[in-house]
């Protein structure tokens, strides 16, 4: 398999949440840590996109926003700077349901052909669990100087594919980001 750097944006200001999201407990553990042990099997190479101390329990490369406040670009940004690998895999800390599987899948059908590609579902793209090029970095930089900061705005602006899944495994996508759609998760797994 390729060489992959596993980016989680563990950033954001979770003003819904009312809490660190990447810590919210789900099923006895932090979200971050579901999400962890997904990647783990394609990347022993994880770093966590973060500008606070609550995750140096674990013992994954820390790494701080290069440009504070740029919302997931500016996450993405300080992400690929700091990789080492030209693929990389980016991942929101919110999305406590992905599996291996799916992550395998998305690595599998990803071609030098795309800078980014990304998943999608009936419902809408999902841009915070994709595959990201280090050669965007100077999109990135001028969407940040712009302070263009919407992602789907940016997927426009470089060569992106979609991949779309339908059935039971968009159910991975879903991202949790209020205490009412924690418990609703909790009620209705599956």
Known sequence: MKKVTVSIL??????RMQSEKGLVLFQGRPFIEHIIAAALPISKEIQLVTNTSYYDYLHYKKIKDIELDKGPIGGIYSALVH???????????????????LLSELITKHTTDFEISVFSDVNKIHPLIGIYSK???PILKKAIEENDLKMMRFLEKVNHQIIEVVGEKSKQFRNVNSPAELNELNTNLY
């Open 83 to 101: 990789s080492e690998s030209e693929i990389n895999l980016i991942l929101s800390c919110d999305i406590p349901l992905i599996s291996t599987e």
């Open 10 to 15: 563990c950033g954001g200001k979770s003003s």
């Open 135 to 137: 050669k965007i970095i």
